[in-house]
């Protein structure tokens, strides 16, 4: 990128400081006492990993900072990150009931960073590694949340694990995509470090396909796990979009990971064309940066914005101007780079596709245009790694949703190459699900998934003679107490 850096390191530091901060020790306590310890708790549903929120609350509101951890750490492997980074406000903290009481809902989010943070810090043992070994060899390629979620959960079961990395650091979105006021590199690296800890070998700077074949990854290992995340953005197809200064999001937030915050340059009047969580990154760490006038373009209504609500807030924090219902016709040149970018108004036409209204056109000057329309399916990167993969009309690889299980009997996906994109805890959910699939399939034993509350019901919990609600794992304790199997749903 041409563009040169526009603030100071100082100024760049502080701009970048992170939004949320972390509870304090009593902060911590008195919040997590506000938790009226759901039996039937509609936050672990919410959350793709399973955690039992109420229950590491619960260590919390006792002082067991570390037994929280090691809590959630069980049910989630980036449990520190997905605090940072998961939309908490429509996942777990959007089901709490409190909110139905039209009352603040538990700051699940900010409690889960509490307990991993004072847990890592103290240096406690919060994974142990497996004291027998199958003799069996997993590859997973791609080290991104969902091929760690993976790694980690056969680790953790006696496998020996190799992940394949093409980038010079593991981590895929959590180390190089994730807006650095949420959360930064180093944070992601340190948490793979301790992930790394279980025994799993990683080896960067080797993408399958290209320095090994698939073939012979297929050959070495008794399973694979494929987690490579999703391709290249899409391009805006319109004229001048290869003039310099034109720059997709996501290489321009890559370049905010990799390099010093003061050397990254930036344009003094930034245009983003896109309306999801993608583009908000884009134009915040834009202003961040030192950009002058940053806006959004997109071309549908405010309605349809697919970024969170809490996302936008952000970037109206910044200062970030929105233009609904416009449309890029055109990059306008000067000088051998971007001067403008030429907008239409855009209405859905006959057909139900945007379309750009005749003679609605005009001009809005930019030194930089940030693309963040989405990015590429990866069905030609599987297709070369392994040929025979079965691929749907949508250009995700056929597979299980429930294991990751393909075509291929040894070849299992998860992640945004099989689910077309969604959060770092899914991604993690994702890899953890195949991976008691992909133990069952080398050893033949399978694994129970964890048994939620809500599986239960309190009724049948009171029918095993308790008379107050209890946790799941209470509750299969009582049931075989009395002789019974446990319910399943």
């Known amino acids: 990128m041409t563009l040169k850096p526009i603030l100071s390191e100082s100024e760049i530091t502080a701009n970048f400081a992170e939004i949320q901060r972390p509870m304090a020790a009593m902060e911590a306590r008195v919040e997590a006492n506000r938790c009226l310890n759901c039996f039937d708790a509609p936050c672990i549903q919410a959350c793709p990993t399973g955690i039992d929120v109420p229950a590491f609350i619960q260590r919390i509101a006792e002082g067991r900072d570390v037994a929280a951890a090691r809590l959630i750490l069980e049910a989630n492997i980036l449990g520190a990150s997905c605090a940072r980074v998961c939309p908490t406000a429509v996942l777990c903290e959007g089901s709490c009931v409190l909110q139905d009481r039209d009352e603040k809902p538990i700051e699940i989010g900010r409690l889960q960073r509490h307990a991993t943070d004072v847990a890592l810090a103290s240096g406690a043992r919060l994974m142990t590694r497996a004291t027998n070994t199958t003799g069996k060899r997993v590859a997973v390629v791609g080290s991104g949340p969902s091929g760690l979620g993976c790694a980690a959960d056969l680790a953790q079961r006696g496998h020996a694990v190799t992940i394949f990395e093409r980038a010079d650091r593991p981590g895929g979105l959590n180390t190089y995509g994730i807006a650095y006021y949420k959360m930064t590199p180093e944070e ?3 948490e793979i470090a301790r992930v790394a800890e279980l025994g799993i070998e990683i080896r960067c700077g080797v993408e399958v396909g290209r320095d090994i074949a698939g073939a012979e990854v297929l050959r070495d290992f008794d399973a694979v796990f494929v987690g490579i995340g999703l391709g290249d953005g899409h391009r805006l197809g319109i004229e001048g979009e290869d003039l310099k200064g034109v720059v997709d999001a996501l290489a321009f937030i890559r370049e905010v990971h990799s390099r ?40 549908r209504s405010e309605r349809e914005m697919t970024a969170y609500e809490f996302e936008q807030e952000i970037a109206r924090a910044d200062g970030v101007r929105t233009l609904f219902g416009v449309m890029p016709f055109a990059v306008i040149e000067r000088e051998g780079r971007v001067a403008a970018v030429r907008l239409a108004e855009a209405r859905a036409g006959a057909s139900g596709r945007i379309e750009a209204v005749a003679g609605s056109h005009y001009d809005l000057p930019c030194d930089m245009l940030l693309k963040a329309v989405g990015q590429e399916r990866q069905s030609e990167m599987l297709a070369r790694i392994f040929p025979e993969l079965s691929h749907g009309a949508n250009g995700l690889p056929m597979h299980d949703s429930a294991t990751g299980a393909t075509n291929l009997a040894t070849v299992f996906v998860g992640g945004d ?22 133990h069952a399939f080398l050893t033949g034993e399978t694994v129970a998934t964890p048994l939620q509350p809500s599986r239960l019901g309190a009724a049948r919990a009171r029918g095993a ?23 399943r749903g």
């Open 417 to 438: 190459c099989a689910n077309g994109g969604r959060e770092v805890v899914n991604a993690v959910g994702e890899g953890k699900r195949a991976a008691l699939a992909i």
């Open 260 to 299: 010093p915050l003061h050397e990254v340059g930036v344009g003094e009047r930034v245009v983003v064309v896109g309306g999801g969580n993608t583009a908000i990154d884009a134009a915040t760490q834009s202003v961040r940066l030192g950009a002058k006038e940053v806006t959004i373009a997109y071309r």
């Open 188 to 190: 992601s690296l340190a």
């Open 465 to 487: 003679g308790l008379e107050r609600p209890i946790r799941a794992h209470e509750a299969e304790a009582a049931w075989r107490s009395v002789g019974r199997s446990v319910p």
